[in-house]
């Protein structure tokens, strides 16, 4: 998997290069900044430790909450913010950018449980973000992603079958992808 925690992530570096060779962004970062969005919150108490001959008091510092940072999974820089991907003016951009054409993506699977940060700690982080650095942070899953713009060549490769199943009537080569299959190519010559 190189340096990415999952086949999403990995399957939208693939998505980011294609933008990249086309020139539709100048660069894109994998977890390179964190934000703090909370402090450390400590508390101190005394603690009175009786002696033999006295009283010890002793301050005691602990923590009550622990801070709280997040960790963008790709930081993408867009090249212009009027090509359809990164206009937050468009009618229905893909990604929203910061005003210096910076977008923050946060990559989530297909089929997330119920207790993962796709439901809970994710749209908090979101909101926290956006309300702490005014900075909105795209939420991406590669798939609808995919089945919405254009499918990057490597995953098109990738997701075959490798061998066949005659039961489900599979044959090696077959692919794997639930939807309309389309290149960057066919993608971009229907947006213009």
Known sequence: MNKYKNKEELYFSYY?????????????????ETFKLSEDIKYTHMKYTQLKTKVKKQ??????????????DFIILA???????????ANNPI???????????????????????????FPL?????????NIYTNKVVPEKLFAK????????????????????????GDSKLKFEVKTIEEYLKSIN
């Open 79 to 89: 090249n212009s913010p009027t090509d359809g991907f990164f206009n937050i003016a």
């Open 125 to 133: 982080k979101q909101k926290w973000m956006y309300q702490k650095y």
């Open 59 to 72: 301050a005691i510092t602990k923590s009550l909450l622990k801070p709280c940072t997040y960790t963008p």
């Open 16 to 32: 980011l290069d294609e933008l990249k060779k086309y020139d539709i962004i100048d660069s894109y970062t994998y977890e390179e």
């Open 149 to 172: 713009t254009f499918t990057p060549k490597k995953v098109i490769e990738e997701e075959i079958f490798k061998r066949d199943n005659v039961k489900k009537g599979i044959k090696k």
């Open 95 to 121: 990604f929203i950018s910061t005003n210096d054409l910076k977008c923050y993506v946060d990559v989530k699977g297909m089929f997330a449980g119920r207790t993962n940060s796709t439901q809970y700690t």
